[in-house]
């Protein structure tokens, strides 16, 4: 580990403590309820949110995976910048992915909103847990009850922001993925998997519990912070050498 540059190591430090508290203490904690991001209109919504729910993650395999991606090219990526300007990166790159995934949530709640009647809209913004209404309604009810009340976890859309920046910076390095064992340069693993990440998020299949536009959130915040750092000449270093 002490090989590990030190934003790098601490953040996958933290994200494994957090985890193992959250197994052992999360429910006698509330670890979910606040540190956990939920829907603003949710009764369990905080601020601090829009950051803590990035260190919080549901499994074993989310929290392994999520830090592995820091580890195999956060590394990389603040040995290139340094780690203040890494950690800041990273930060923005969660925030970005939280603000994207409330705002398709926003559209989504207003969507079904439109369908169902004034009073009952408005009863369940004054924060009531059960209406009284028809059949037809009661699966838009549902699915707006779950869309409020579902929080979000995970270091994912901050992921996808290290992506996006490594795809930038090293774009014809040849990566070999575990259950891809193939070599692919990173920037077509980058537009690919962004792609995928949006066609599952359109789609938004039932029983998927994972939040696509967070990660599109995280990916698209972190091109858009590579694009201003290259027009400052702060993004690959001393220069714009592709690797």
Known sequence: MSSIPVVTRNLIIINFLVWIADMLLGNQLGMGKYLALHYFSSNYFMPHQ????????????????????????????????????????????????????????????????????????????????????????????????????????????????????FGMLFPNVELMMLFFPVPIKAKWFVIGYGALELILGVMDNAGDNVAHFAHLGGLITGFFIILYWRKKGKANGHNFRQY
């Open 50 to 165: 829009i950051i803590t729910y990035m260190f919080m993650h549901g499994s074993l395999g989310h929290v392994f995976f999520n830090m592995f991606a820091v580890y195999m090219f956060g590394r990389t990526l603040e040995m290139v910048w340094g780690p203040k300007r890494f950690l800041i990166y990273y930060m923005l790159t969660g925030i970005g992915a939280a603000a994207l995934q409330l705002l398709i949530t926003y559209l989504r709640i207003k969507g079904i909103e439109s369908s169902l009647s004034p009073d009952i809209v408005s009863q369940i913004q004054a924060g009531a847990t059960s209406v009284m209404a028809t059949a037809s309604d009661h699966d838009a009810i549902q699915n707006l009850y779950a869309l409020i009340n579902t929080p979000m976890v995970g270091a994912s859309g901050a992921v996808f922001g290290v992506l996006v920046a």
